[in-house]
């Protein structure tokens, strides 16, 4: 049974105005009662994802709070870009080891930085004493029937991918010292990891345009491979057709982080091939590389996602990692 007595914060709803109340003009009624009230515009659908992460488990227990702020948003937003939603609100629960000051501060600056960028408000949440753990809850909308989800692949589709996935992963490496990458690719590396920048506009202008799509957190390889299963196809990806791989690192390396590294939230989808001028468009409009990585096939082989080399020869990857990578062949 749920506790009679609430774990009260210090100065719990002072620490709540303080920290998190910020003007919500898009919400009928944001923060302060038992419930906000949102209201989708006609026509709209919500789309609802929430993210829990626990200190020790998803993040160290001294990351920098500004960083997990706008992280803790951001990854969720993402999965409001792979449905092709327009992400509108925010719930934030929290449990906190203590009422420090500083961290709140922090985490909530990054937290609302996020939220501002992409229009986001905070419409409510839930504040609590206990071990450091954050759940945050984004509400987006899209027309109804019109999300973009992982089980639209057909036959003969293009397979797509935006930016420059496996530069977080790099990162994350470094900062573990199994790396070391030179100046300015570090920067953008760690940056890429600590403040990922999810892709709401491309994944709104893909609506109309793309038959499923996907974020990567868990690595092209893998995040190509679910949304193939789900669509009950196998996505061919040709290795000459991925990415160019960053300069400063180990060929090897690059292409492991490339294909197997999370946390980046770059967008992985499929598209007719009459949609290629238009995606080329949308690429030059919105400054963010697209790259025509693959294609779906009718049958659904498992591995789900199979990696090609230029003689049109599955790459194996069961025993994928860094010394695999040294044995393929150089990308064009
Ligand atoms: P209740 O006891 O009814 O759940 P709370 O005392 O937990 O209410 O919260 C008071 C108000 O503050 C609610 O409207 C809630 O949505 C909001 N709130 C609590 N914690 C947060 C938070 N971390 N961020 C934003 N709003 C919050
Ligand atoms: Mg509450």
Not at 27 to 35: A, E, F, S
Not at 106 to 119: D, E, L
Not at 129 to 155: I, M, S, W
Not at 293 to 305: K, L, N, S, V
Request: some cysteine; overall charge negative.
């Amino acid at each position: 049974m749920f506790r009679k007595v609430k774990p009260h914060l210090q100065n719990e709803f002072d620490l709540i105005a303080r920290h998190f109340h910020r003007p919500t003009p898009q919400t009928r009624l944001g923060p302060g009662d038992d419930c906000a009230l949102l209201s989708p515009a006609p026509g709209m659908e919500l789309a609802a994802t929430s993210d829990l992460l626990v200190s020790g488990v998803h993040f160290l227990p001294d990351a920098d709070p500004g960083n997990l702020g706008w992280k803790a948003l951001a990854v969720n937003l993402s999965d409001l870009a792979a449905m092709g939603a327009k992400a509108r609100w925010a719930l934030l629960a929290l449990s906190l080891p203590a009422a420090d000051e500083n961290w709140l501060a922090a985490f909530s600056a990054g937290f609302h930085a996020c939220a501002r960028q992409f229009g986001v408000d905070l419409a409510g949440g839930d504040t609590t004493r206990g071990p450091l753990v954050l759940c945050v809850t984004a509400l987006g909308e899209v027309p109804v029937g019109q999300a973009l989800r992982r089980d639209g692949a057909q036959a003969g589709d293009d397979l797509w991918l935006s930016g420059h996935p496996g530069l977080a992963a790099l990162g994350l490496r470094h900062l573990q010292g199994e790396i070391v990458l030179p100046e300015p690719l570090c920067r953008l590396c760690l940056q890429r990891l600590h403040a990922p920048v999810p892709r709401l506009s491309l994944g709104e202008m893909l609506r109309p345009l793309a038959h499923a799509a996907i974020d990567i957190s868990d690595g092209l390889m893998a995040d190509a491979g679910h949304l193939a299963e789900h669509s009950g196809r196998t996505a061919e990806i040709f290795l000459h057709r991925l990415p160019r791989l960053p300069q400063g690192v180990e060929r090897a390396v690059a292409l492991e982080a490339l294909l197997c590294g999370g946390d980046d939230y770059e967008l992985a989808f499929t598209a007719s091939a009459r949609q290629r001028s238009t995606l080329a468009q949308i690429a030059a409009q919105l400054d963010i590389p697209l790259w025509r990585i693959g294609r779906m096939c009718a049958d659904a082989t498992p591995p789900a996602a199979q990696l090609i080399d230029s003689e049109g020869k599955i790459v194996p990857m069961e025993k994928q990692g860094y010394d695999h990578f040294h044995a393929l062949p150089s990308l064009a």
